[in-house]
């Protein structure tokens, strides 16, 4: 991949990050919800979800597709849940046990996280993955940070990725960079499916 590659695919990546979030935060709130709930329907039809015993997954922001009623689910049927918590000083995401809505804190971004105090895990059996756009290969965009990516390709290798996003957010093709980590399955309010990521080119 040439320089040149890298920069017009930068370039096409944050012009989708740009039209995604506005697309996303048009849909009202009621609206997100209903098909948070029906995304959480879906997952929870899955047999990776069946044989997960650890999931992690994200606070929603700026319209996200919402993970809450699955994770509440999964502590329901007995799995421990978790939520990342970004560590600035070592410019990575950790994963914290997170037991319910009430034990959170505002993070580096501004975005609720698990108090640091809170165990971090040593394992996870299954990642819900947000992102502002995911094609059927699996591979997405997100925020630009590259935190996921780490987090996929090193503490969370060993878990399931699953992208978690609204039906409108799957394109037919996303740009792909090297350090990018596709995921393995992905859900939305519409549909599941899991995907054969193709090599980065």
Do not use: N
Request: charged share 30%; aromatic share 6%; proline share 9%.
């Amino acid at each position: 991949m040439t320089p040149e590659d890298l920069r017009l695919r930068s370039r096409v990546k944050d012009e989708l990050r740009r039209r995604m979030r506005a697309i996303r935060k048009a849909h009202p709130p009621e609206t997100r919800a209903a098909r948070s709930e029906r995304a959480r329907d879906r997952l929870v039809a899955l047999d990776v979800w069946a044989q997960a015993e650890t999931i992690a997954g994200y606070f929603p922001i700026h319209g996200e597709l919402d993970p809450r009623p699955a994770l509440e689910a999964a502590r329901a049927a007995g799995k421990r849940t978790a939520l990342p918590r970004v560590d600035m000083e070592a410019q990575r995401v950790v994963l914290h046990a997170w037991t319910g809505e009430g034990d959170l804190e505002p993070g580096a971004f501004g975005i609720p996280e698990p108090h640091p105090d809170a165990p971090e895990l040593e394992r996870v059996d299954l990642v819900l993955v947000p992102a502002l756009a995911i094609d059927a290969q699996g591979h997405r965009i997100g925020w630009g940070k590259g935190f996921y990516d780490q987090l996929l390709a090193g503490e969370a290798a060993g878990a399931v990725r699953v992208g978690y996003v609204y039906d409108f957010q799957l394109l037919a093709e996303c740009p792909v960079m090297p350090h990018d980590v596709p995921v393995q399955w992905v859900v939305t309010d519409t549909r599941a499916f899991s995907v054969d990521p193709l090599p980065a080119q």
